[in-house]
């Protein structure tokens, strides 16, 4: 039973360009949440997809948007980065979006030069 | 106001010895949940255990029990007979109120090192 799997481990660019990070649940679950891990800090919740629908953000900025597909994997976007953008990107499912468990997979690390 | 707070960013503990990670937290919501996550090097974040906040009963999970402290607003973590393989960054965070989606709360974190 795979769990939450998370594409690429690593990635670097430059500043205004923009990127795509991805993420597939964990078998059975329906519900993906990405949160971002600046250095030395906890996660900061970026938002929730549910039934293809973006369901709840956190306080980040448009640049940020996502997806999320009908096999529900997910995709987060950032445009116009930043090098504050840099950080540890988490992926996060459960099941339905009221579920006390989150499974977290073990994230993209985003470098901005 | 930081909604969680943890206060020990490093915290070292001999092997086999119990040891207690502190957690306060602030909501103004009657209805919460608790939670504690594990974060090796690797990256990944490993759910250890739960509290809700009708519970009337610590939770524990094996080698984990939580200390609720209500009226406190503190939610500790304490790992009993500590192994190397606990050494971490560990994480406490809070979900407010019912039917609110995934949006967690998380603290910046305690360094956990297991001495030998």
């Known amino acids: 039973d795979a769990g939450v799997t998370q594409s690429p481990t690593h990635l670097i660019k430059t500043r205004g360009q923009q990127v795509t990070l991805r993420c597939s649940p964990k078998s059975g679950h329906d519900t993906v949440s990405w949160y971002q891990q600046a250095l030395g800090q906890g996660p900061q919740f970026i938002f929730q997809y549910y039934e293809e629908e973006e369901r709840q953000r956190g306080n980040f900025p448009d640049r940020f948007s996502g997806h999320q597909f009908p096999n529900y994997s997910s995709e987060l976007n950032v445009n116009a980065l930043l090098l504050g953008d840099s950080a540890l990107y988490l992926c996060?499912?459960?099941?339905?979006?009221?579920?006390?468990?989150?499974?977290f997979g073990s994230g993209t690390q985003l470098s901005v030069l | 106001a930081q909604k969680i707070t943890q206060t020990q960013p490093g915290m070292f503990v001999q092997e086999k010895e119990a040891v207690t990670l502190d957690c306060t937290y602030d909501?103004?919501?009657?209805?919460?949940?608790l939670f504690w996550y594990k974060q090796p090097s690797s990256g990944e974040m490993i759910f250890l255990i739960y509290q809700g906040s009708y519970d009337q009963q610590n939770a524990t999970e094996g080698r984990y029990s939580l200390n609720f402290q209500k009226a406190r607003k503190s939610a500790n973590l304490v790992i009993s007979a500590s192994q190397l393989g606990d050494s971490a960054m560990y994480f406490c965070?809070?979900?407010?109120?019912?039917?609110?989606?995934?949006?967690?709360?998380f603290g910046t974190g305690t360094s956990l090192t297991v001495i030998p």
């Open positions: 996060a499912s459960s099941w339905t979006a009221m579920s006390e468990k989150l499974f």
């Open positions: 965070a809070m979900r407010e109120g019912r039917g609110t989606g995934n949006q967690f709360y």
């Open positions: 909501t103004s919501d009657p209805s919460y949940g």
